[in-house]
């Protein structure tokens, strides 16, 4: 039987500049959640007044769940256009995506 020896890599600076980047965004992203599910008897009382105050609560957790219900599927979609267009062009629309939807929804 043979032994296989991993090489050892060194981080250069470009690797490091990944990381950061990397653990910024993901601080973002769940510092949103975070603050969605901090809030959510407060959006509850905003945006389903109409309704019993539970069934309110339950809509908005469910409008929560439904961001990490969607997420596999992006990352599906977006994924395999990375691997096909590149990634820039690939963040670049998903860029423009989110752009729009915020004009729309503003």
């Known amino acids: 039987m043979t032994d296989t020896v ?10 490091k500049l990944v990381i950061l980047a990397s653990s910024v965004g993901t601080v973002i992203e769940w510092y949103d ?14 945006f389903f007044s109409g309704v019993n105050e539970t069934t309110g609560f339950i809509f908005a957790l469910m409008a929560f769940a439904a961001g990490f219900a969607v997420r596999p599927f992006g990352a599906i979609v977006f994924g395999r256009m990375g691997d ?17 939807s915020t004009f729309v929804v503003g």
């Open 84 to 100: 096909l267009w590149g990634r820039k062009n690939t963040f670049l629309v998903t860029m423009l995506l989110m752009g729009l």
């Open 33 to 46: 959640f975070y603050l969605y599910g901090s809030l959510a008897a407060i959006i509850t009382a905003q």
């Open 6 to 15: 991993a090489e050892e890599r060194t981080v250069d600076r470009s690797d």
